[in-house]
């Protein structure tokens, strides 16, 4: 948790960034004329069967559907991401106060004012729209596996897995939904979102690139193996989600269970070709840094 100079001075920038336009949940985006359900949330392009015969053979109404439903999983991800980081990050401030410089300190605060925020957002962004809230990320063995296994270790553990969680996120939210065809409200809401999110972007890439440069060696190697199931989870779980199969108004032609299915839609052309384009960010990263070959 030791910053150089150059990043002390980028958390006093974010720090005065986020006092200087905080995001206000009434005006965020026209709640009052809600989500146009006739245009997609997200181009289709970016839909986990896309390019696929499972596409192919929906309906006009159902690939809306599908879209729909998606979007729903992403806002529920988010959801559940941001609920939990401040009692994380507040966690991280009271217990480990005497390490942590005035500005971490501060920005580790603000940045969890700001998931409060985010939370009450995609809540009412579910409830406007009619969409359901997903499962807990929790009810996934592996996920909740690897997350437990966090309890204890240094805060760096934690600040990296974030980032590596709202990366994806953003880089995926952005990739499918900044395009004149999408529904504003769902356009407006992902474009407000994302200018807070990259400055916790920032934060948590300083703090972990100070650590990287700072560690000793066979420390890093275990934060970066540490890492290496994380990112295959994100990988997988943003190219298709088998819950899906629980909310679709007809029967969804994958079953929740049909592993040979989901590793084919997983692998499909058009879904490798978008986690090339999408994820170029996060995955260059995680090669410097060795947490993926």
Same mark, same amino acid.
């Given at each position: ?35 146009? /359900? ?19 053979? /929906? ?7 599908? /879209? ?6 992403? &806002? ?27 500005? &971490?300190?501060?920005? /580790? ?113 275990? &934060? ?70």
């Amino acid at each position: 948790m030791v910053l150089n100079e150059k990043s002390h001075k980028t958390v006093k920038t974010l720090i005065n960034a986020s006092h200087r336009k905080l995001l206000q949940l009434d005006t965020v985006v026209p709640w009052a004329d809600g989500v146009d /359900l006739n245009k997609p949330p997200k181009i289709e392009e970016a839909g986990w069967l896309y390019g696929t015969p499972y596409w192919d053979a /929906l309906t006009p109404a159902q690939r809306s559907e599908v /879209l729909w439903l998606e979007t729903a999983r992403d &806002v529920s991800y988010f959801i559940w991401l941001e609920q939990s980081l401040p009692e994380l990050y507040v966690g991280y401030v009271n217990k480990y106060h005497g390490g942590l410089s005035d500005d &971490v300190r501060e920005y /580790l605060m603000i940045f969890s004012r700001e998931e409060i925020v985010h939370t009450l957002m995609f809540r009412r962004y579910l409830e406007t729209a009619k969409l359901p809230l997903w499962s807990h990320p929790e009810n996934i063995p592996n996920f909740s596996k690897f997350e437990d296994q966090l309890a204890g270790k240094h805060p760096v553990y934690g600040i990296i897995w974030n980032l590596l969680i709202e990366w994806f996120a953003e880089l995926n939210s952005i990739y499918q939904t900044q395009h004149d065809i999408i529904d504003p409200l769902t356009r407006t809401m992902f474009r407000e979102h994302h200018t807070e999110e990259l400055r916790h972007i920032a934060f948590a890439r300083h703090v972990a690139e100070n650590y990287f440069a700072n560690a000793p060696a066979g420390e890093i190697d275990e &934060v970066s193996d540490f890492f290496k199931k994380g990112y295959v989870f994100l990988l997988d779980e943003y190219t298709y989600m088998p819950e899906i199969a629980r909310f679709t108004s007809f029967e969804f032609p994958i079953a929740i269970g049909d592993t040979e299915k989901i590793k084919e839609i997983r692998n499909s052309p058009n879904n490798l070709r978008l986690n090339e384009a999408r994820f170029r960010d996060v995955r260059e990263w995680c090669q410097k840094y060795k947490i993926i070959d």
